[in-house]
């Protein structure tokens, strides 16, 4: 039953370490975009102006109930209807990013409403500006409670790449198919990927708890 | 909002009150927190409120540290409006720039003492001069160490909040708010939340402060012996009003409204 090919796996191997490479790139990308605009999703959402708070809360809720490989769908496909015309990758970089944004900026309130009441009461007497509250105070208390928040879908947004195979990104999947229908044999590189996805997956998380242990001890919290 | 048009633009008098409260009313919802309250400070006078819970003294503290609106009535420091600015000659609500302004010469210490957990003592110290009134680093810390050594925190000035006792906490705290030179300070039961033994300690700090600085000072407190000892005038409150006030002596001694006599008694029979 079993017929495993060493030759046909090795020769594989520099195609499938090439994609992981975009694989991993594309997480990063994505995560970067991610961690950046669910900042500013989440600060969004405490603004005293009710319209911008209950718009971006509608529209997070939207997208976190929604598939994510529908989002990378629409920016790919109905964009064009509308003369937005992308690139399978800056396509799939909105769609992962915007979808984990969404994701991150509920961590990032769950945060900052962390963060006791007398702590912006303090900010507010020493004077400080509204942007310093977040940047001095709040921010730098709300980032520790919200880490492992943050880690889950830093691994969760690397498990989530393989969907971009279905715009032609040449992530790991996209290969794996590729190398599949090429050499009629799907065993190995399916194989393969899954180990990859292993050997990165399971470290990264230790190391995610490490780091919150790092950051925790560094802040003296 | 409000009608403020009866309300003098600024406060003249020679001098003029450090604080004034004219007929400030608060509420939350349809509980009146404080109602009609009238209340002047004068400058380097250290007044002490007193009442049962409940009757609004913390509250009168937050709306001079205006971390909440009013609902009527109007709060002057140093003879100008803190909750409201001159507009085309009549007093309309505060912008965020004007409270920025006037803020600068209010400071509070908390029950809780709220120091930033993730700054150590020294940059807790540091935070405001350097961030708000952009002090060069090295004068800030000069200044903070100087604050740190008067509380006799110098020693720890490098720990975090979390290796800190209460009552250190509590005179970091004190350094902390000093630090921006405010004219006015507010203590809102500093020593309610610290073990007895520890609480020495923080009114060893006020009271040097009351001696050796000319601050005005409004102290929240039901340390009476405290109150009686260091404070020029005391006030107490009963149901978001000033039922009864006077020097120490009077106050303490001879209370002449009903109501501050059963206070005082039931708080002598607590002790
Ligand atoms: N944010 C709020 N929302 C609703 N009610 C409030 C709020 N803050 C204070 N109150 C109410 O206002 C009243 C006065 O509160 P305040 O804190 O000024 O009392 P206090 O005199 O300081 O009492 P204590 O001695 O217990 O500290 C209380 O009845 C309190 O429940
Ligand atoms: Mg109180």
Redesign the pocket.
Known sequence: MFDWKWDFTWEILPRLVQATGNTLLAALIGYVIAVVLGLILALAQRTPYSALTLIVREMVEFIRSTPLILQIFFVFYVGPQFGVRLSPWTSGMIAIGLHYACYLSEVYRGGIESVPKGQWEAATALNMTVAQKYRRVIIPQAIPPALAGMGNYLVGIFKDTPMLSVIGVAELIHTANAIGSENYRFLEPYTMVGIIFLAISLPAAGMIRLFEGYVRRKLGL | MHDVSAFPLQIAGDPAPMVSFRKVTKS??A?T?LDELDLDVKAGEMVSII??????????L?MLMTL?EINGGVIYVDGQPLTHMQKNGTLVPASQKHLRNRRADIGMCFQHFNLFPHMTALENCMEGPVQVLGLPKKEARERSEELLEMVGMIGKKDQHPSRLSGGQQQRVAIARALAMRPKVMLF??VTSALDPEVIGEVTNVIRKLVSEHNLTMLM?T?QMGFARDISDRICF?YG?KIEEQGPPAELFGNPKKERTQQFLSAVKEAV
């Open positions: 939350y919802g509980l927190v009442g049962p819970s409940g009757s609004g003294k913390t509250t009168v937050r909440e809102d039961e929240v039901h409150f978001g």
